[in-house]
């Protein structure tokens, strides 16, 4: 089925009847159609194949400062979904698609109000992050009154993508996995492909080409999860050469490379012995770290020094850099040397 998300023109606010059972039909038109021309009010609805399923309106500016500021903070409200259609997860849709478009627009606090008796609406509203409380209303409409709860939901800076790197077992898999758990986002790792062997049938994909495969799903599947709306989304276990690739493919995104090193190479021994699975060969893991700890940072590239600090430690730090970290959308860039960098696909090279 096809879905889509639009906001209603003045010559559109009469079906709005198919939602709601109006007592005052034309006050309604009038009173929509003045705020959306003077810009105050947008109402975004859903549609599929043209059906009507769904309204939620957006408030840019009122009287009430508490519920919305033009410019910052706006107010959620006649949040509704086709009763024929409830239940099927329509209402969480459009209410993630409108914060996520107006997220894009600027907007960093929401508020909606809901009611005490509404403990579907309190649990919806909680999961979205309304969860703080900060006026007790009062309203009335189309004859009627009624009492609410208004809450606040705050956008903190949030990533396009966060990048991890670094020489194995220092530790990349365990700081993404607390990140995905801190952020609630996504997580991709290149392991995470799904199975190719061949082109034709009779030639194995291997080598440089497989690498090449596996980088690209990594990148499109990135591309994917922020097309829908995801933020932070992590990604890690990819070739290290692939490193100065980053600022190249992600340029104009809001994304932030975490590169992890480990000051003492016994640590990093030690992790990588005690990993118990996988290839450990040391005498690469040696000249690897030497590799990727001496290379100076890139753009939008951070690091974070593993050497006698615990995984919460490093979480932590991590998470300080993503939330704060000034970074750069816009830039030149000249790609690094290949030399610069380690790669598991030209490993011989550093034997």
């Known amino acids: ?180 758990q801190h952020y609630h986002s996504a997580y991709i790792e290149q392991s995470q492909a799904p199975e190719f062997n061949s082109f034709d049938g009779n030639e194995d994909i291997s080598g440089i080409m497989e690498e090449e495969i596996c980088w690209q799903w990594v990148i499109s599947s990135l591309m994917c999860y922020h097309k829908l709306g995801i933020k932070n989304i992590i990604a890690d276990d990819f070739d290290d050469l692939r490193t100065r690739d980053i600022p190249e493919v992600f340029k104009g995104y809001n994304y932030i490379t975490i590169k992890l090193i480990c000051s003492d190479y016994q640590q990093n021994y030690e992790q990588m012995k005690n990993r118990g699975n996988g290839l450990i060969d040391f005498e690469l893991l040696k000249k690897s770290s030497e590799k990727i700890n001496s290379r100076s940072p890139l753009i939008n590239e951070f690091v974070i020094d593993v050497a006698k600090k615990s995984s919460e430690q490093v979480l932590k730090e991590a998470v300080y850099l993503i939330d704060h970290a000034q970074t750069q959308l816009h830039y030149d860039y000249n790609k690094p040397p290949k030399d610069l960098f380690y790669s598991w696909v030209f490993a011989n090279q550093l034997r």
């Open 1 to 180: 089925m096809n879905y889509e998300i639009r906001t209603l023109s003045v010559r559109e606010l009469s079906i709005l009847s198919q939602l709601f059972d109006y007592k005052d039909f034309d006050n309604m038109i009038d009173e929509n159609t003045y705020y959306i021309e003077n810009g105050r009010l947008d109402i975004f609805a859903l549609f599929c194949e043209n059906r009507l399923l769904g309204e939620l309106h957006v408030q840019y500016e009122g009287e009430d400062k508490t519920m919305s500021v033009y410019g910052r903070r706006v107010y959620l409200f006649a949040f509704r979904i086709h009763k024929d259609f409830q239940g099927l997860g329509l209402g969480k849709y459009l209410l993630r698609s409108v914060i996520h478009i107006l997220t894009e627009q600027g907007y960093s606090e929401f508020t909606i109000g809901v009611e005490d008796d509404n403990a579907r609406a309190i649990h919806i509203y909680s999961s979205f992050g309304f969860n703080e409380f900060i006026a007790r209303k009062y309203e009335e409409y189309q004859g009627g009154g009624y009492e609410y709860n208004l809450y606040l939901k705050r956008i903190d800076v949030q990533r396009d993508f966060i990048f991890i790197i670094g020489a194995s077992g220092i530790g990349k898999s365990t700081l993404a996995k607390g990140l995905y």
